[in-house]
């Protein structure tokens, strides 16, 4: 029932968004009485909070499959993961309907995917600590967690207010090398010692 319920409100959030979507044509929809719904999630903040935790359920476990790869280069590791969470932003019927609907000041939905989304961030927050401490086992826990904060954040403000110009491709990169950034990663090279001179040599360097 629980997934009936669920399956619903996201189909109809998508069609028309989610505060012109009562519970009870929820519970129609999902051929369920209204009361189950209030007994299933407590109330529409209930139903509002899974309804998204399971949509970032599904946008986590694609970010998590990208950052376990096992070699290769942590910019383009990284850049990966946020590429994927980008374009699935994008794609995502329920995710757009909550973005386009916000904009005009009509969706109730979205906080839930931002300010109010604190398990939401955090898990997120967490797959991306957890990634920087393997891929950088000599950086210390507050700069792991700063770049994982940079890495979320900058994400989700992408999401909602995407740039005007740039592909995801390259919003990804700059999310990337500022989230590196934070790491010390790449290292500035040490500065170039100048080649000792001969004795008496006097040429201009």
């Known amino acids: 029932m629980r997934e009936d319920v669920l399956n619903a409100a996201r189909v109809m959030a998508a069609e028309k968004g989610w505060d012109a979507v009562s519970l009870s044509e929820v519970a129609a929809r999902a051929q369920v009485s209204r009361p189950s719904i209030y007994k299933a999630f407590g109330s529409r903040e209930g139903l509002s909070l899974a309804l998204v935790h399971r949509e970032a359920g599904r946008f986590l ?14 910019a383009e590791i990284l ?12 794609r995502n019927t329920l995710i757009a309907a909550a973005v386009g ?5 009509t969706d109730s939905l979205l906080p839930y995917l931002t300010t109010r989304s604190d398990p939401v961030v955090a898990e997120a927050q967490r797959l991306v600590r957890s ?16 770049a994982a904060d940079v890495t979320v954040r900058l994400t989700l403000s992408h999401i909602v207010l995407p740039p005007g110009t740039g592909t995801p491709g390259e919003a990804a990169e700059v999310i990337t090398a500022a989230a590196l950034g934070v790491l010390g990663w790449p290292s500035d090279p040490p500065p170039r010692t100048p080649p000792r001179r001969p004795p008496g040599d006097r040429t201009p360097s």
């Open 101 to 105: 609907a916000a904009r005009e000041g």
């Open 79 to 90: 850049a990966a993961a946020v590429l994927f969470a980008l374009r699935e932003a994008a």
């Open 131 to 146: 990634w920087c401490r393997d891929r950088f086992p000599h950086t210390d826990a507050v700069r792991a967690d700063r």
């Open 61 to 74: 476990h694609g970010v998590e499959r990208a950052l376990r790869q096992p070699a290769g280069d942590p």
